[in-house]
């Protein structure tokens, strides 16, 4: 079993020696390998505690003729791809920290594509998702439809038709799309009515927003889903007009928006209990 | 030897033809050959020289404390005073002193190694994942260019209420914090705490809120209030008939 080595330097002397005489063995072998491989010339001294006279590859005089010609060069020429330990650690760093990058990029596109087979077979709920996976999921899945968009586009060049039906991918497909959310626990007594009683939540929920929180939702879902915002504004024009906000095309931040909501929240508060108890 | 597939496989050691794969061979063993020199020298102390010119003329140096300095000392081996007292020297710094700096950029690197290895791991588990859902073969998991015109449609339009519920779930992620955090805020005014939990599972619990009940010196949160059941009734029954008329 090879143990992970730490790379410090070793305590024990007689472990350290008996690491230095195996590793400078297999570091040799590596430079005899190169050199043959690649027909280049190349060289080794190496210093070390254990030793007073320094241990030279291929010998004394082939390190002195590639010495020579070493130092034949420019100084640009020598310097250029010189590096000390510590310069080559801090580049092996940057190349080793690249790499986990793109690692991480990877794993985290596998997961989100994971996530999104899950959705659509109803075995995840998106309720359950942090805000970054929320937004990291949205992207992927217009990215696919995308693709599923230039599928379609491509079909239709080919003038390809298939009668047959696609198997279901939900098996409860007719499962409504309910307004539920963490911090709204609402109870549907009325089994017989549920997409009513969803409808209604919705709009009671709108109706308490004062107009500037309004205005916001309603751009977030103005830009996504256009067919769900016609619907609204029509069931809302047909309501009171007094009690409906005003649509506000301005994006406001949330934080503002809630700290501007606090200062008037008693007057709206009161206003249910007054009409409840005439 | 004769292998099944092109993994790894040995070479024949002897100068090869190929002249991109040699350039690619000299790089990547020329790094690898760097890379146990340097760990040599961080693990027993020695000091390292290595010289090598590429297929192309150039040359590559490492050198441990430094490239000139070992050359340096290599050429001047007759000062038998200077290298006793320089050997003497080396042994106390090798034994007291290792260079903090190079200590310091190994445990970094050894740091990072290590944060690889958590993600070659967890590759595998997203690989084993992905196996198991594909060895099931639904349709709608196949290359989006094996799709034909139905099923393409069919995905198309079930992604899109994957992203309605999506985007819903985005706006309220967002009001949730804040709401919570305001929440939060007004506990801490009461003081005690007891009083705002109480408040808290009341606000959930729908149905069981009484139009008349009095709130001295409390706002409740603004985003769960029409949970609770409070409905406008004018503007309700409006909207019920409304509701129905579109119906019908």
Do not use: W
């Given at each position: 079993m090879k143990r992970k080595m730490k790379l410090s330097l070793i305590e024990n002397s007689v472990s350290r020696k008996t690491t230095f005489t195996k590793r400078k063995k297999g570091m040799t072998k590596k430079l005899t390998e190169l050199v043959t491989l690649c027909g280049v010339e190349a060289c080794a001294v190496v210093y070390s505690p254990f030793n007073s006279i320094p241990e030279a590859w291929p010998s004394r005089e082939g390190v002195e003729d590639v010495v020579s010609k070493f130092m034949e060069l420019s100084v640009l020429d020598r310097t250029k791809k010189?590096?000390?330990?510590?310069?080559?650690?801090?580049?092996?760093?940057?190349k080793e920290k690249e790499q986990l990058q793109k690692l991480r990029d990877e794993n985290h596109n596998s997961q989100i594509r994971e996530l999104m087979f899950g959705c659509l077979k109803g075995e995840t709920n998106v309720y359950n998702l942090d805000g970054r996976d929320l937004q990291d999921l949205s992207l992927y899945i217009d990215k696919y439809l995308n693709g599923l968009t230039r599928r379609i586009e491509?079909?239709?060049?080919?003038?390809?038709?298939?009668?047959?039906?696609?198997?279901?991918?939900?098996?409860?497909?007719?499962?409504?799309?309910?307004?539920?959310?963490?911090?709204?626990?609402?109870?549907?007594?009325?089994?017989?009515?549920?997409?009513?009683?969803?409808?209604?939540?919705?709009?009671?929920?709108?109706?308490?927003?004062?107009?500037?929180?309004?205005?916001?939702?309603?751009?977030?879902?103005?830009?996504?889903?256009?067919?769900m915002v016609l619907d609204l504004n029509q069931n809302l024009n047909d309501g009171?007009?007094?009690?409906?906000?005003?649509?506000?095309?301005?994006?406001?931040?949330?934080?503002?928006d809630c700290l501007a909501t606090v200062t008037t929240a008693p007057t709206d508060v009161c206003a249910p209990n007054i009409t409840n108890d005439l | 030897m004769v292998r099944s597939t092109k993994g790894r496989q040995k070479i024949e050691m002897k100068k090869m033809e190929n002249e991109s794969n040699?350039?690619?061979?000299?790089?990547?063993?020329?790094?690898?050959?760097?890379?146990?020199?340097?760990?040599l020298c961080t693990l027993s102390g020695a000091e390292i020289l290595l010289i090598v010119f590429s297929p192309g003329g150039k040359v590559f140096s490492f050198g441990h404390p430094s490239v000139q300095e070992l050359i340096h000392r290599f050429s001047n081996p007759n000062h038998n005073s200077a290298i006793v007292h320089h050997q003497n020297n080396n042994l106390q710094l090798v034994e007291t002193r290792p260079d903090r700096n190079i200590q310091y950029?190994?445990?970094?690197?050894?740091?990072?190694?290590?944060?690889?290895?958590?993600?070659?791991?967890?590759?595998?588990?997203?690989?084993?994942l992905k196996e198991s859902r594909e060895q099931v073969g639904n349709w709608y998991?196949?290359?989006?260019?094996?799709?034909?015109?139905?099923?393409?449609?069919?995905?198309?339009?079930?992604?899109?209420?994957?992203?309605?519920?999506?985007?819903?779930?985005?706006?309220?992620?967002?009001?949730?914090?804040?709401?919570?955090?305001?929440?939060?805020?007004?506990?801490?005014?009461?003081?005690?705490?007891?009083?705002?939990?109480?408040?808290?599972?009341?606000?959930?619990?729908a149905?069981?809120?009484?139009?008349?009940?009095?709130?001295?010196n409390h706002t409740p949160p603004m985003f769960g209030y029409n949970n609770d059941g409070v409905l406008v009734p004018i503007s309700n029954m409006n909207y019920m008939s409304s509701y129905n008329f579109n119906q019908s």
């Open positions: 010189m590096v000390d330990q510590e310069t080559f650690i801090s580049q092996r760093i940057a491509i079909l239709i060049e080919n003038g390809e038709s298939s009668s047959s039906l696609p198997l279901p991918i939900v098996a409860n497909a007719a499962a409504p799309v309910g307004f539920d959310g963490p911090m709204f626990q609402y109870h549907n007594q009325n089994q017989q009515k549920p997409v009513q009683f969803q409808y209604q939540a919705l709009y009671d929920f709108y109706d308490q927003i004062p107009k500037k929180i309004h205005g916001f939702n309603m751009n977030m879902n103005k830009d996504s889903n256009q067919s009171e007009d007094e009690g409906i906000p005003c649509m506000d095309n301005n994006n406001y931040h949330p934080e503002i | 040699l350039q690619v061979t000299f790089s990547k063993r020329r790094f690898g050959l760097f890379k146990k020199a340097s760990e950029l190994n445990n970094i690197l050894t740091e990072v190694l290590a944060n690889q290895e958590k993600e070659k791991q967890k590759r595998m588990v997203l690989d084993l998991e196949k290359d989006v260019k094996d799709l034909d015109m139905n099923e393409t449609n069919q995905l198309i339009s079930a992604l899109q209420d994957v992203k309605k519920k999506l985007v819903r779930e985005m706006s309220q992620y967002s009001q949730v914090n804040v709401s919570q955090n305001y929440f939060g805020q007004s506990s801490g005014v009461i003081g005690g705490g007891n009083v705002g939990i109480d408040l808290f599972d009341q606000r959930r619990n149905f069981n809120y009484n139009p008349n009940m009095v709130f001295p």
